[in-house]
T-cell receptor, first 113, second 116 residues
Framework: DGGITQSPKYLFRKEGQNVTLSCEQN?????MYWYRQDPGQGLRLIYY???????QKGDIAEGYSVSREKKESFPLTVTSAQKNPTAFYLC????????????FGSGTRLTVV | AQSVTQLGSHVSVSEGALVLLRCNYS??????LFWYVQYPNQGLQLLLK??????LVKGINGFEAEFKKSETSFHLTKPSAHMSDAAEYFC??????????????FGQGTILTVHP
């Protein structure tokens, strides 16, 4: 079955470390998205990519970086510049059509220790 | 630009009671509207979507939503709540062109609690 896979499910980061969250999809979707979720704050867009080798900043891109070298993969790096990285991170993909919506991964919970 | 407002960050109902989760949208173009459900520590799952075919949309788990253009609303309902419906629900709108093509704008979410 096609789907979108996020790994790891839980991740612990020490202060000052960079960590990378994986997102892989086998749906042949062109567009991919990263969201951050904090209690009571809904979903906030970090980065998105609508085509390979191209991506755009979302609303809260500071302290994060991404790459899109392959259609299937859209990893998110949380850098040491992100001062409050503890959150639930969601990856999503879409064919990019207005009437399609997103398919979501199951999320990665990142905790700073 | 599109926006979505979900009225009520928390809704509490008794098991067997009507569920009504409110969503109002703002869009400069004909919208496509979506409802997603999220269970704790999981991703979002599509419940239903409006894509202009019919104003009353039926989704999974007995949920439905009605698109009302005059009220710019897309409220989610279920006639009889079940304990398993307890989750967070998100309304989203898609529309517009250019670089935002297909990108969703989400509401802030509504947490549904179901009491026995």
């Amino acid at each position: 079955d096609g789907g979108i896979t996020q790994s790891p499910k839980y991740l612990f980061r020490k202060e000052g470390q960079n960590v990378t969250l994986s997102c892989e999809q086998n749906l042949n979707h062109d567009a991919m998205y990263w969201y951050r979720q904090d209690p009571g704050q809904g979903l906030r867009l970090i980065y998105y990519s609508q085509i390979v080798n191209d991506f755009q900043k979302g609303d809260i891109a500071e302290g994060y970086s991404v790459s899109r070298e392959k259609k299937e993969s859209f990893p998110l790096t949380v850098t040491s510049a992100q001062k409050n990285p503890t959150a639930f991170y969601l990856c999503a993909s879409s064919i990019g059509a207005q009437n399609y919506g997103y398919t979501f991964g199951s999320g990665t919970r990142l905790t700073v220790v | 630009a599109q926006s979505v407002t979900q009225l009520g960050s928390h809704v509490s109902v008794s098991e067997g009671a009507l569920v009504l989760l409110r969503c109002n949208y703002s869009s400069s173009v004909p919208p496509y509207l979506f409802w997603y459900v999220q269970y704790p520590n999981q991703g979002l799952q599509l419940l239903l979507k409006y894509t202009s075919a019919a104003t009353l949309v039926k989704g999974i788990n007995g949920f439905e939503a009605e698109f009302k253009k005059s009220e710019t609303s897309f409220h989610l309902t279920k006639p009889s709540a079940h304990m398993s419906d307890a989750a967070e629900y998100f309304c989203a709108v898609s529309g517009g062109g250019g670089t935002s093509y297909g990108k969703l704008t989400f509401g802030q979410g509504t947490i549904l609690t179901v009491h026995p």
